[in-house]
């Protein structure tokens, strides 16, 4: 992908972005935290998920989802894959369900997918 900014330019730009938000009290700091990642993600051109300590869950119909964010398999078989990702955990249910890669924390699970379910926060 083509990046409007040089490498000298991202870093000016990633310098200026942290001074400002050092200077805001700290519940505006949590607040801004998330629209200071988006900022990031959108001016070097990376994912949201890579800049952050979150996840992305892509589905490609009820066939194939891929999972970025991974950590760990907690559960695997053929109707249920439960996964921890990055604090929460996320059950799979389907039928002939397998894990198809699982590398750099991304993970590809495919066969019929009925239903996702996203756990709260696991506190680790």
Known sequence: MYNKYTSIEAILLLFYMLVRVAGENMS????????????ISKALDLPFDGVTDSFRIEMHGDAEALINGCEKILEYGKEKIKLRLKGRDIEIYGRALECMTYLDGTVEIKGVICDLKLGGDTGV
């Open 28 to 39: 505006k700091r949590r607040l801004k935290k998330g629209i200071f990642a988006r900022k």
